[in-house]
């Protein structure tokens, strides 16, 4: 047997693909609004022939920090430094397609995240055979509150004595509307709203022609994943395995 790996970026590598030639697709995107892996941005959506004009986008990192190296957590070191909790985030829209310019996992709204997962599995799709299925880990985030923002000691562990600590009452706690992390302020979501991610792009590539098929936990969750509990879900290119769509 001969092994040929691909490295690039997914949609790119995708499109090299034939119909059909895949049977089984393993994958873990970004989860939204939680890291920052430092790739290059790239233009989403929009007019592929547009020239573009773009009008840049900051949002706040955790205690309103505007600037790149990151907010005070992270510069301690209490945060890893793909966190994109911890740094601002920076994209840009078109102003005269409304593409988006940025990095999968970073975009301003769920919505925006939904729709690039969903171009992107299309394209798997395509290349997924007929007996094909594509098992997907998708971890959930809280919508912007402070409650996942609590500070760690150097070891990591919380206890009583961080509520005795100065890093206890950072600033942000006040409530401040600019202060909130970067998940907040999306519309349709309250503070401390579990966004519910892994349902929403479940029930998204289901309406792109998906069979949802199993859902499980995500045994991250409870074993050091930053992530709220996500989940894996197993869709099946078609209906069953073989050529048979489902009866009405």
Known sequence: MRNTFLTGDSLTMLQTLPDESVQCVVTSPPYWGLRDYGTPAQAWGGDPGCRHDWEEHLQPAAEGTLTLNGNSALRAGHQGSNSATMKPKLSAFCCRCNAWRGSLGLEPSPELFISHLVEIF????????????????????????????????????????????????????????????????????????????????????????????????????????????????????????GEAEPHA
Not at 142 to 157: A, L
Not at 159 to 184: F, V
């Open 122 to 241: 299309a394209e798997v799709r395509r290349v997924l055979r007929r007996d094909g299925t594509l098992w997907l880990n998708l971890g959930d985030s809280y919508s912007g509150s402070w409650g996942n923002y609590h500070p760690h000691s150097d070891g990591g562990k919380r206890g009583n004595k961080l509520r005795d600590s100065s890093s206890w009452n950072r600033p942000g706690y006040d409530g401040t509307k600019a202060m909130l992390p970067p998940t907040a302020n999306c519309p349709g979501l309250k503070p401390k709203d579990l966004v519910m991610m892994p349902a929403r792009v479940a029930i998204a590539l289901q309406a792109d022609g998906y069979y949802p098929q199993t859902q499980g936990p995500c045994d991250d969750a409870g074993a050091g994943c930053d992530c709220a509990a996500g989940g894996r879900v197993l869709f099946a290119e078609r209906y069953h395995l």
